[in-house]
């Protein structure tokens, strides 16, 4: 179990208390033990013996290497130069979901909180010139 847990959230894919029930329901068939129950209690003493905890799912945290970052700063003032000052303009992006995630995921105690996936929506840019 804590190995399909773990390749899961090495994929930032949120695990339900649900789906880990049934996973481990198909599991013990496959290992030959057709009669488990996978409860609420179950769950509850798994998570406890293995140092898991039900987390919130937040913004984006997935790090841009240090590189990058320093590559692109050098990049800007070459890229800026091509344009007049007029044509230079900040803009903005918003998601707009039109299928829901879960919000919350199991997680072992201590992780930080899980890049939220942005699968299924639609991207809005709005700019406005000053």
């Not at 072992?108 to 899980?114: I, M, N, V, Y």
């Amino acid at each position: 179990m804590l190995k399909w847990i773990c390749g899961i959230q090495d994929h930032n894919c949120p695990i339900l208390g649900t789906l880990t029930q049934e996973k481990a329901v198909k599991f013990a068939k496959t290992l030959g033990y057709p009669d488990f129950k996978a409860s609420a209690g179950w769950l509850d003493k798994f998570k406890k013996r293995h140092g898991l905890t039900q987390k919130s799912i937040c913004g984006e945290s997935t790090d841009v290497p240090e590189e990058v970052c320093d590559c692109w700063m050098q990049k800007i003032p070459e890229i800026l130069q091509e344009f007049s000052p007029q044509n230079i303009f900040k803009t903005d992006e918003t998601g707009l979901f039109f299928k829901c995630l879960p919000t919350k995921t199991l997680a072992f105690k201590g992780d930080k909180c899980l890049e939220e996936r942005k699968a299924n929506k639609v991207s809005q840019l709005c700019y406005v010139p000053t």
